[in-house]
């Protein structure tokens, strides 16, 4: 039985590993997975008359609910992300509106996708950095070599590829193109950094795709190398569509203090507007 198809009773006795207590918690939790499952297996045409349910989880700090969350993601490697519903802002409001939460869960549902078609081409990336070192290491073959000069050529790619199996190479130095990878927003940044930043990443991000040359050793080459391999062996549209796809049927988005934006339908006036347009706003995404 796959993990997908796991019945609510071999989820409880996973969650039991990481979580004491809760029981009755950790049973809605796996009745909630398993319905989720049944429901993707019916017709797509079906699938749009079952709607799939949110989960509130009441309780104090500590008592485990963020951490039965993060343990079912963990387990059905799905995309998982933690928000704190406070800190969100209606659209037009200084801050970061709900669609952002979305955004982030689909950055971190590309690295799960990324992270498993690497090693399902480990053989592949490991082929190509291996075979970019040692270019980069001999000279190159110059253009209408005779047939004499390819086989010398040939030879000696061999003796440099037993050398790099073994490790002699680990300290000759070489220049490799540093990978170009945009700084996150940290949390904890005022909310006018973080838009700051998201705005730079979005300008500069398709600028310079490749960094700067740096030299390095081969043996840290061989790591640096490793984002290189993936962008030229793997397909990004694939990678998009699928890592889209986990979002869709799988992503998980914990949201915290959600009662802290909570607005009474009774209540006279607004006393804090964004409130009221994060709650609307998370109503529409449920």
Do not use: C, W
């Amino acid at each position: 039985m796959t993990k997908e198809n796991m019945t609510p009773k071999e989820i409880v006795s996973y969650l039991d590993k990481y979580v004491i207590g809760q029981n009755d918690a950790k049973k809605t939790i796996a009745v909630a997975l398993r319905n989720r499952y049944r429901r993707m297996q019916l017709d797509e045409e079906m699938q749009q008359d079952v709607t799939p349910k949110n989960i509130l989880m009441i309780g104090s700090t500590g008592v485990g609910k963020t951490e039965i969350a993060r343990r079912l993601a963990k387990m059905m490697n799905l995309p998982f992300i933690k928000v704190e519903a406070s800190k969100y802002t209606e659209v037009g409001f200084v801050g970061r509106d709900v669609e952002s939460m979305i955004r982030d869960l689909a950055a971190i549902s590309m690295a799960i996708v990324r992270e498993s078609e690497n090693e399902k081409n480990q053989e592949k990336i490991a082929n190509y950095i291996e075979n970019k070192i040692i270019e980069k290491l001999l000279p190159p073959l110059p253009a209408g070599a005779s047939e004499q000069k390819k086989m010398e050529y040939d030879a000696s790619f061999a003796r440099m590829q037993e050398k790099f199996h073994k490790g002699e190479l680990d300290h000759l130095k070489i220049k490799v193109e540093m990978p170009n990878n945009p700084m996150m927003p940290e949390d904890g940044l005022p909310p006018q950094m973080i838009q700051v930043q998201e705005s730079i990443v979005k300008v500069l991000g398709g600028m310079n795709k490749k960094g700067p040359e740096k030299e390095v050793s081969v043996k840290d080459a061989k790591k640096i190398l490793e984002a290189e391999a993936s962008e030229e062996l793997l397909d990004e549209d694939t990678l998009k569509s699928l890592a889209l796809e986990k979002v869709e049927k799988g992503g998980i988005v914990f949201l915290d203090e959600i009662d802290k934006v909570a607005v009474p339908a009774n209540s006279q006036g607004r006393q804090d507007p964004s409130k009221e347009g994060v709650q609307r706003d998370l109503l529409a995404y449920r």
